[in-house]
């Protein structure tokens, strides 16, 4: 028996297994589908703190990795497709194995939802974003744009203000879903600019150069159109992951 199952890869189960691995529980890590979680998509991190320089995404989770093992913490690759939790000890089943564990650490995070097209899982991290916070640093003095009508919308679209020349937000519809004092807010701001009924086809540029556009198609005349920017950020929900 475990005294200690973590599921998930991510910031959150490699800091439950460092203090988990300290205070001899000898945890079991299962990875998940996407090792690392999502700051394995992202570049540049300059937002954690001990790293005046900032550190890349993947390798900040490598070293949390490592820290982890370094206290006896054990890490397999793995999916856990099902667990049993409605009497003790627990019961985690990945692969073809059954675990049984004293406790159950789940933290498996959310995944953004995307647009789904090609385009933009080869340029994510290359000039598509899903997180503000995280990138909108990289867009210093360029023009961006944002995908999405929502509250999580209007609060990147207004953030990326801080550092974009122009932000346009791209929404599907005629008007918004979000709050009135997120709309408020961001309709106020000089700096965004509204594309209504539109959808975004296609993500323009290279994994070498970066997002060089986007090819749009404006659902109510069928009539397609390119907008000129650096980077696109999607902001249309996220999708627990448990």
């Known amino acids: 028996m475990?005294?200690?199952?973590?599921i998930g890869s991510g910031p959150a189960g490699l800091t439950a297994a460092i203090y988990a691995a300290?205070?001899?529980?000898?945890?079991?890590?299962?990875?998940?589908?996407e090792p690392g979680g999502q700051l394995t998509l992202t570049t540049l991190v300059?937002?954690?703190p001990g790293f005046a320089d900032g550190i890349m995404g993947p390798q900040l989770m490598e070293d949390m990795r490592k820290q982890a093992q370094r206290f006896g913490a054990e890490v397999v690759n793995?999916?856990?497709?099902?667990?049993k939790l409605t009497e003790q000890p627990f019961r985690v089943y990945y692969g073809e194995e059954e675990i049984v564990a004293k406790t159950v650490v789940i933290?498996?995070?959310?995944?953004?939802?995307?647009i789904g097209l090609e385009s933009e899982m080869q340029l994510m991290g290359h000039g598509v974003s899903t997180c503000a916070t995280c990138d909108g640093f990289f867009y210093r003095g360029k023009e961006i744009a944002v995908v999405g009508g929502g509250?999580?919308?209007?609060e990147e679209a207004t953030f990326l203000t801080k550092f974009?020349?122009?932000v346009s937000v791209i929404h599907r519809r005629d008007a918004l879903r979000a709050s009135k004092i997120m709309q408020d807010r961001a309709q106020r701001n000089p700096k965004i600019h509204f594309i209504w009924n539109t959808v975004v086809e296609e993500v323009l540029g290279s994994r070498e150069t970066g997002v060089s556009g986007l090819q749009l198609k404006d659902i109510k005349s069928q009539q397609p159109s390119r907008l000129k920017v650096?980077?696109?950020?999607?902001?249309?929900?996220?999708?627990?992951?448990?």
């Not at 793995?78 to 667990?83: E, K, S, T």
């Not at 650096?230 to 448990?242: E, K, S």
């Open 230 to 242: 650096d980077g696109l950020f999607v902001a249309i929900g996220h999708n627990p992951n448990t």
């Open 2 to 6: 475990r005294n200690m199952v973590i």
């Open 78 to 83: 793995g999916y856990v497709h099902a667990v």
């Open 151 to 154: 509250d999580s919308a209007m």
């Open 46 to 48: 300059e937002n954690y």
């Open 164 to 166: 974009a020349t122009r």
């Open 22 to 33: 300290r205070a001899n529980l000898q945890p079991l890590l299962i990875e998940g589908k």
């Open 107 to 114: 933290s498996t995070g959310s995944s953004a939802k995307l």
